[in-house]
Structures are given as structure tokens and as C-alpha cells.
């Protein structure tokens, strides 16, 4: 079937995507997490190797199931072991995709063992995590990174602020103020935003055409 994939946008392409929440151990039967269920990553993988590409999805903790012989998925838990598994192929990459809800913060240290109930208080401290996709934006070859913003307020500008701060050429804004978009759904409402500062918003949409639209971009301007 090999010979079938030739001559599709993506052939050839090494094609690199995070996706889903990352979770933060506060001791070992507790985390600090998010509502991301991984699936618009998870849909932007599917049609990457349907467009002909060999894809590896790093995926935090989600429920779906990916079976795909185009797709390596390799399955992490926090968003140290995110950053490892992407380092790992970064290099090798033509075209990233950070569509993970990568927690900002993690607890300093997570107890060793479980924590018992006792005062009526209890801290926790956090410290800050990596940011993954502002360290592939700092070593950034040839390769093409497209980031995901989520905002609440000044869209627009806060993505792209992110799109400048991290060294991307586009980056897909998700409007979370609009009926049916964001986390956990099952649709999207998105906004494409290259670095040269052309926007392009889309209707709300299921992720698995959201996945379309964002790849239609990407290959415009692949050869740009
Ligand atoms: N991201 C990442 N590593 C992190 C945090 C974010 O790779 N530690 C990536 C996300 O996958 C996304 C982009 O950075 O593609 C923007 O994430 P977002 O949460 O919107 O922005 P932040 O830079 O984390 O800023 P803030 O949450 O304060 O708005
Ligand atoms: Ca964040």
C-alpha cells in the first residue's frame, strides 16, 4: 500500500503533535490536572497520516485509542515526561503540532506517600513547568511549529503575543467565549493566525474538520 501514500500533501513529512492534559502527581493517588480530553490533537494526528505523513503523537492521559499504522503514539503522564518524549523527536520533525494542555504548574514536590487528612489547611506549593513549545520555538531549525492559544480575553492579541514569544509561523486560536468551542467537546471554534500576522477565523465545527481546516493552512504554506 506504500506506493498509494505518493504524491499525498503530506508525503514524505515527519509530522510531530502533543495532545491531551498532562497530570502534575501531588502524592501517588492524587494530581493536578485539566478537562483537555485530548481530542482535537488526536483528530489533527488521524488526518496527518491520512494526508500521507508518518506521525507520532505524544499523548498525555486520555481515554481515547488511537490504531493507526501511520501514527506512533507515545503515552506520557506529566509534562516532564512530555517535554522528554518530544526532545526525543524533535530533531527527526518537519512540521509540530502542540495541541497538549500541558499544566503550568506542578506541585514542588509530590509526597511519597499518600497524604493523610489532618488540619483543616493545607498548602500545596507549585512550581513552574517547562514550557515545551517556547523550547522548540528556541531551537527551531527548518522545521514548521504551529501552537494552540487559549484565552478568555484580549484573543487576538494574547495569541499573538504567544506566536512572537515562542518562535512559531502560525498559531490556532481557540475562542473559548463562543458557543461550543474549547475543552472536553467535541467541537471548535478556531482562528488561524500566521506570523505574518494573516487571520483567518473558522465556524464552529466538529475537531475532525477543525483538523482539516488547520492542515489545509499548514500546506499553504509549507512551500511559502
Ligand atoms: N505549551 C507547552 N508547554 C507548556 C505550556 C504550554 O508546550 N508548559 C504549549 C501549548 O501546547 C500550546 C501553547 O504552548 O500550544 C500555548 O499554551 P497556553 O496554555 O495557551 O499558553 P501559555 O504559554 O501556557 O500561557 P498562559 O496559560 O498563561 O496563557
Ligand atoms: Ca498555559
Do not use: C
Not at 492524587?30 to 499523548?59: C, D, F, P, Q, W
Not at 484573543?155 to 474549547?182: C, H, M, P, Y
Amino acid at each position: 500500500l506504500e506506493h498509494m501514500r505518493k504524491g499525498l500533501p503530506l508525503d514524505g513529512k515527519k509530522v510531530l503533535i502533543t495532545a491531551g492534559p498532562t497530570h502534575e502527581a501531588i502524592d501517588p493517588v492524587r494530581y493536578i490536572g485539566n478537562h483537555s480530553t485530548g481530542l482535537m490533537g488526536v483528530e489533527l494526528a488521524r488526518k496527518a497520516a491520512v494526508l500521507g505523513a508518518e506521525v507520532t503523537l505524544v499523548l498525555g492521559p486520555s481515554a481515547l485509542a488511537i490504531a493507526d499504522a501511520y501514527i506512533k503514539v507515545l503515552k506520557v503522564t506529566s509534562a516532564d515526561e512530555m517535554f522528554d518524549a518530544v526532545m526525543g523527536e524533535y530533531k527527526e520533525a518537519d512540521i509540530v503540532i502542540a495541541a497538549a494542555a500541558v499544566a503550568d504548574y506542578k506541585p514542588k514536590t509530590a509526597a511519597q506517600e499518600k497524604i493523610k487528612k489532618k488540619s483543616e489547611h493545607l498548602t500545596l506549593e507549585l512550581v513552574k513547568n517547562q514550557d515545551i513549545l517556547q523550547t522548540l520555538g528556541k531551537s527551531k531549525k527548518n522545521q514548521f511549529l504551529l501552537g494552540f492559544a487559549l484565552e478568555t480575553e484580549n484573543e487576538l492579541s494574547n495569541a499573538l503575543s504567544k506566536l512572537k514569544k515562542k518562535n512559531l509561523d502560525a498559531i490556532v486560536l481557540n475562542s473559548l467565549k463562543d458557543e461550543g468551542a474549547g475543552f472536553g467537546g467535541k467541537t471548535n471554534k478556531i482562528t488561524f493566525i500566521d506570523k505574518n500576522s494573516s487571520i483567518k477565523s473558522f465556524d464552529v465545527k466538529t475537531k475532525a474538520d477543525v483538523a482539516v481546516d488547520i492542515w489545509n493552512e499548514i500546506i499553504d504554506r509549507l512551500h511559502a
